[in-house]
């Protein structure tokens, strides 16, 4: 049976430990934040995919196989609507229906910023429209869909952007082993600060390559470095000790501003918050630009927010949270 209209929402997330070295194989913790993506999907009268973004100011449809774009750029429009298209295109398929939708997205997680906005919003799309359409999705179903989708905005990306928009909480990730999820004793009070410089994924990761090329031995050591970092990491959250955490946070920084991939922006944030009484900061993500984050006690956090904004960042305080992809109502 098909339903009037319904809202999903799924969670950004931050790297709180092991960005590049990932790549390499050593472990990651990844952290759902309390900013969401949201999607409203409703049916149509014709065979339409109608897509619409609120906070981009896109629009525009397909039919037929063609794109025609209604609001915005029509190239950038649909490079953000593929991907979304996939998702429903997946969901009709196991639905066996064939029917025309309106599939409004809205985001209040800042886009290209290493936040995981096109998953979350890719993983909210899949969960509205499978509830529309009377689909049964376990969260392993929307997580399936949501990474086909991220294949095609980011090529080959390690898949912990759904996996984390999609189950929430915290989860260590490793290349061999996939995600699990770990345990937290406490509150983690971060203030995320957005450098507002682009950056791109793929340049920074390169830019670490070329160091371990140059320099495999010393590499080596900073691996093995990232490694007891993340672990040691694991050990704290279980304990819930924010001083600890800060300062792994701060060794963890150390070794992404030693292959390279800080930058000024980063740099002038991260310092802010430190001054201003953070207990750890370091850059979240790719780096080069993108996001910087911040632990603070909670009766510090509006101080070290206060600074991070003073100092040109676009910030906010964000938590844990502990819930995945949701159906808001319908
Ligand atoms: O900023 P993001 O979300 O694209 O994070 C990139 C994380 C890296 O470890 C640098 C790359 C990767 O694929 O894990």
Partial sequence: MICMGVTASAPAKVIMFGEHFVVYGEPAIVLAIDKRAYARVEQRKDGKLFFRSLNLSLSGYFENGNFKVEEGDAREARLRFEPLKCVVDKVLEKSGERVGLDIEVNSAIPVAAGLGSSAATAASVAAAVSALLGVKAAKEDVFRIAFEAEKITHGTPSGVDPAIATFGGALMF???????????????????????????????????????????????FMREIAREIVLEALEALKRGDLEALGE?????????????????????????????????????????????????????????????????????????????VKIEQG
């Fill in 174 to 220: 490793q290349m061999d082993t996939g995600f699990r999820p770990i345990e937290v004793k406490c509150e983690i009070p971060l203030v995320v600060g957005d450098t507002g410089v682009n950056r791109s994924t793929r340049v920074q990761v390169m830019k670490v390559r070329g160091v371990m090329d140059r320099h495999p031995h010393i590499f080596r």
């Fill in 248 to 324: 792994l946070m701060n060794l963890n920084h150390a070794l992404l501003y030693g292959v390279g991939v800080s930058d000024e922006s980063l740099e002038w944030l991260i310092n802010a918050a430190r001054k201003a009484g953070a207990t750890g900061a370091k850059l979240t993500g790719a780096g080069g630009g993108g996001c910087m984050i911040a632990l603070a006690e909670s009766e510090r956090i509006g101080k070290v927010l206060e600074a991070v904004q003073t100092a040109g960042g676009r910030a906010f305080i964000a938590k844990k949270t502990d819930e995945g």
